[in-house]
């Protein structure tokens, strides 16, 4: 069966950078490795940001280099102006990931920039680059459905701003939901506002579950036609881009839980689930601690009990 949902997992770069320790390239690179055999065709692995600002992603070359290539797999890198935008070509990154904020405060607290200059003067070099190269370029546009600072994003400045990214020749804009801030109803109301958009924009969704309600933001989305999901294995996962900390112990959906989702649903991921969560077992090995996903938990716990067979259950009638 042809795949009818992308999942897109985040881990080996938002999850393991989060990490207290200094997790070496070789590990990013086995787990990156892990999710790309069970049939994650897409995953955010690097970021090549200043090893001044993020030293826990000094190594992203590192990284892409020794990742396994296959025309299954998209290995993708986080490049937030031309610099890194350079770097990350010269090993061959397979896609580009760029970053802008859907109001001013949160673009200046990721960016250090406002939206304008984003737009106009960080991103007309780095589409030039790539264009160059032929490599596709993912948005990622933070605080889509709120923002800590502003509070609710307006649909018609959200709407404009994702024709102007499809003008400059976006083919992807994942709308994360950065701080949590997003609602079923929400999310129904911001799809369809989109629906006017350029048919050739894909649209992806990053819900973080901070206030519990990620699974059925997926769900809106998914019933409103979005067919392209961002999730972290296991749940692995730190403070976003830009966000205020907040103790809350997960940010990310875990990719096995949203797999597990889609199978009950009917719905083709074409991710082997038991690879997935035996993947989660290593996951929570790097992790040091046990990772907030509920797949493998469930799992465990059904490992552990003996079910009675059906004689016994007639007989107990």
Same mark, same amino acid.
């Given at each position: 069966?042809?795949?009818?949902?992308?999942?897109?997992?985040? +881990?080996?770069?938002?999850? &393991?950078?989060?990490? #207290?320790?200094?997790?070496?390239?070789?590990?990013?690179?086995? *787990?990156?490795?892990?999710?790309? !055999?069970?049939?994650?065709?897409?995953?955010?692995?690097?970021?090549?940001?200043? #090893? =001044?600002?993020?030293?826990?992603?000094?190594?992203?070359?590192?990284?892409?280099?020794?990742?396994?290539?296959?025309?299954?797999?998209?290995?993708?890198?986080?490049?937030?102006?031309?610099?890194?935008?350079?770097?990350?070509?010269?090993?061959? $990154?397979?896609?580009?990931?760029?970053?802008?904020?859907?109001?001013?405060?949160?673009?200046?607290?990721?960016?250090?920039?406002?939206?304008? !200059?984003?737009?106009?003067?960080?991103?007309? #070099?780095?589409?030039?680059?790539?264009?160059?190269?032929?490599?596709?370029?993912?948005?990622? &546009?933070? @605080?889509?459905?709120?923002?800590?600072?502003?509070?609710?994003?307006?649909?018609?400045?959200?709407?404009?701003?994702?024709?102007?990214?499809?003008?400059?020749?976006?083919?992807?804009?994942?709308?994360?939901?950065?701080?949590?801030?997003?609602?079923?109803?929400?999310?129904?109301?911001?799809? =369809?506002? &989109?629906?006017? =958009?350029?048919?050739?924009?894909?649209?992806?969704?990053?819900?973080?579950?901070?206030?519990?309600? +990620?699974?059925?933001?997926? &769900? +809106? +989305?998914?019933?409103?036609?979005?067919?392209?999901?961002?999730? @972290?294995?296991?749940?692995?996962?730190?403070? #976003?881009?830009?966000?205020?900390?907040?103790?809350?112990?997960?940010?990310?959906?875990?990719?096995?839980?949203?797999?597990?989702?889609?199978?009950?649903?009917?719905?083709?991921?074409? /991710?082997?689930?038991?690879?997935?969560?035996?993947?989660?077992?290593?996951?929570?090995? *790097?992790?040091? !601690?046990? *990772?907030?996903?509920?797949?493998?938990?469930? =799992?465990?716990?059904?490992?552990?009990?003996?079910?009675?067979? @059906?004689?016994?259950?007639?007989? /107990? $009638?």
């Amino acid at each position: 069966m042809a795949r009818e949902v992308i999942i897109v997992d985040t +881990a080996p770069r938002d999850g &393991l950078g989060a990490l #207290p320790r200094k997790v070496p390239a070789s590990e990013k690179v086995a *787990l990156a490795s892990y999710l790309a !055999e069970v049939g994650v065709s897409k995953i955010d692995c690097a970021a090549f940001t200043h #090893p =001044r600002l993020r030293p826990e992603y000094a190594d992203a070359e590192q990284v892409i280099e020794a990742l396994p290539r296959n025309p299954n797999t998209t290995f993708l890198g986080i490049a937030p102006n031309e610099v890194a935008c350079r770097r990350a070509l010269s090993v061959d $990154v397979d896609e580009i990931g760029i970053l802008i904020g859907a109001t001013e405060s949160f673009n200046k607290s990721v960016l250090g920039t406002n939206i304008k !200059e984003t737009l106009f003067k960080t991103f007309p #070099p780095i589409f030039q680059a790539c264009n160059e190269k032929e490599k596709p370029i993912r948005v990622y &546009l933070l @605080a889509a459905f709120g923002c800590e600072y502003e509070g609710k994003v307006p649909t018609k400045s959200l709407v404009e701003l994702i024709h102007k990214l499809g003008f400059m020749g976006a083919k992807e804009i994942s709308l994360v939901d950065s701080t949590g801030m997003a609602n079923p109803k929400l999310v129904r109301e911001t799809i =369809r506002a &989109l629906d006017k =958009r350029d048919g050739e924009i894909n649209i992806a969704v990053h819900f973080h579950n901070t206030r519990g309600l +990620a699974m059925a933001n997926i &769900l +809106a +989305a998914y019933e409103e036609g979005v067919r392209i999901f961002d999730s @972290a294995l296991g749940g692995l996962s730190g403070t #976003p881009f830009g966000a205020p900390k907040m103790n809350i112990g997960s940010w990310n959906v875990a990719t096995e839980d949203l797999v597990y989702l889609f199978e009950q649903m009917g719905v083709n991921t074409g /991710i082997d689930l038991d690879g997935l969560i035996d993947a989660v077992r290593f996951a929570e090995e *790097l992790a040091g !601690e046990e *990772l907030p996903g509920h797949m493998l938990r469930a =799992r465990v716990a059904l490992d552990r009990q003996s079910l009675p067979s @059906a004689s016994a259950l007639t007989k /107990i $009638v």
